[in-house]
């Protein structure tokens, strides 16, 4: 059992930052993937980032590449997602998730079995 908690969400105006965290506890992560995840009202929930935890490789979905940045803290074991240039489409809930079974990232959010319980990123206009 994985328990995921998110922070760092809040309100922010188009062009600001905002840095998420997201603390594992109940398991200490190895061989697994962290991903971030969003989803807007009326909208399918989104893969935004992912990272290995051993290896620290990273990918990203293309709406966010060279704005955003994951990274993991093993000492921690905390995953943060650095979300720069907002804009107002950015807004959503942000979940973090762990997929136990792979070592390689996938978008698809039905290989994720835990999930935290999110936090919401709103930007103004």
């Known amino acids: 059992q994985v328990r995921l908690v998110e922070s760092g969400g809040g309100l922010v105006q188009a062009g600001g930052s905002l840095r998420l965290s997201c603390a594992a506890s109940?398991?200490?992560?190895?061989?697994?993937?962290m991903g971030w995840f969003r989803q807007a009202p009326g909208r399918e929930r989104e893969f935004v980032a992912g990272?290995?935890?051993?290896?620290?490789?990273?990918r990203y979905a293309d709406f966010v590449k060279g704005r955003f940045a994951i990274s993991r803290d093993n000492a921690k074991n905390t995953v943060y997602l650095q979300a720069n240039s907002l804009k107002p489409e950015d807004t959503a809930l942000y979940y973090c998730?762990?997929?136990?079974?792979?070592?390689?990232?996938?978008?698809?959010?039905?290989?994720?079995?835990?999930w935290g319980q999110g936090t919401q990123v709103t930007v103004s206009s």
């Open positions: 998730a762990v997929d136990i079974w792979r070592e390689h990232i996938l978008t698809s959010h039905t290989v994720y079995e835990y």
């Open positions: 109940g398991r200490t992560l190895s061989r697994d993937v």
């Open positions: 990272i290995t935890w051993t290896g620290g490789v990273t």
